[in-house]
């Protein structure tokens, strides 16, 4: 059975951090891009940011480059986001997300953390 656990989600003041963590269970993680995506209420779902299989590559969406960092142990089989110099527009439930093309096309969704940055 596949699953992907978030955790690390919370409030925190405008201005503080959070590292958010994805433990990742029943797939060969190292197959798999790993995504961080988050939906603030009454909006759609947005994809925040991206690490390759390997770590080597990343993106980020523009709102956060700067501030938040993706980042993956395949050892342990886990995905981070370190979010610093938090906004309150950065309130949001954020998603653990895991694609592949090999073997064969494949995607999992985490339950969601949720983020709320306020004083």
């Known amino acids: 059975q596949v699953q992907l656990v978030e955790s690390g989600g919370g409030l925190v003041q405008p201005g503080g951090s959070l590292r958010l963590s994805c433990a990742a269970s029943?797939?060969?993680?190292?197959?798999?891009?790993m995504r961080w995506y988050r939906q603030a209420p009454g909006k759609e779902r947005e994809l925040v940011a991206t690490?390759?299989?390997?770590?080597?590559?990343?993106n980020y969406e523009a709102s956060v480059k700067g501030r938040f960092t993706i980042s993956r142990d395949n050892a342990k089989n886990t995905v981070y986001l370190q979010m610093n110099s938090l906004k309150p527009e950065d309130t949001a439930v954020y998603y653990c997300?895991?694609?592949?093309?090999?073997?064969?096309?494949?995607?999992?969704w985490g339950q969601g953390t949720q983020v709320t940055v306020s004083s």
């Open positions: 997300n895991a694609q592949t093309i090999y073997p064969l096309r494949d995607e999992h």
């Open positions: 029943g797939i060969t993680f190292s197959y798999y891009a």
């Open positions: 690490i390759g299989s390997a770590g080597r590559n990343t």
